[in-house]
């Protein structure tokens, strides 16, 4: 089986489930996001999922900002 993705295989195929536990899929504003849960009331984004260029562009979502728990 051939799996073409951009997620990398940390992700896919996870290890440990303690480290899936800390991330989550959002959607922010219709960016979609993975996001690391903070202890407050945050979230720090760790990537943009999305393949639309002008969502790279936005400086609410870029990697390591905080977005509040929605």
């Avoid at 760790?46 to 002008?54: F, G, K």
């Amino acid at each position: 089986m051939i799996l073409y993705t951009m997620m990398p295989q940390e992700l896919v195929y996870p290890t440990e489930p303690s480290e899936m536990e800390k991330h989550k899929v959002v959607s922010y504003d219709g960016i979609p996001l993975l996001v690391e849960m903070g202890e407050d009331q945050c979230y720090q984004v760790i990537r943009v999922l999305s393949s639309d260029p002008s969502h790279y562009l936005d400086s609410r979502c870029i990697p390591g900002a905080k977005i509040p728990y929605a």
